[in-house]
C-alpha cells in the first residue's frame, strides 16, 4: 500500500535537491522528474526514491568530454 511518507512536496523536494520551487515546477513540466497529484487536495507529489534518484544525478554529473577536432 503506498503511503503519503513516500512522496515529498513541491518545497520539500526542492529543499532535497537544492533548487527552488519554481525549478521543481519545470523540471516535472519537462518530464525531468515525474510529477504525481494528491486525489483530494491536487498538489504536486513527487516519490521520494525518484528523487533521490535524480539528486544522485546532481551531485555525480557524468564527465562531458569536448568534441573532438579534426586534423587539417
Known amino acids: 500500500m503506498t503511503t ?3 512522496y515529498l512536496l513541491v518545497k520539500e523536494t526542492a529543499e532535497l535537491l537544492g ?4 525549478t521543481v515546477r519545470a523540471w516535472a513540466l519537462s518530464g525531468k522528474l515525474q510529477e504525481y497529484r494528491h486525489p483530494v487536495n491536487n498538489y ?5 526514491d525518484e528523487v533521490a534518484a535524480l539528486l544522485a544525478q546532481i551531485t555525480n554529473p557524468e564527465p ?3 568534441p573532438k577536432r579534426r586534423a587539417k
Open 4 to 6: 503519503t511518507e513516500e
Open 19 to 22: 533548487v527552488s520551487a519554481n
Open 44 to 48: 504536486r507529489l513527487f516519490k521520494r
Open 64 to 66: 562531458v568530454h569536448p
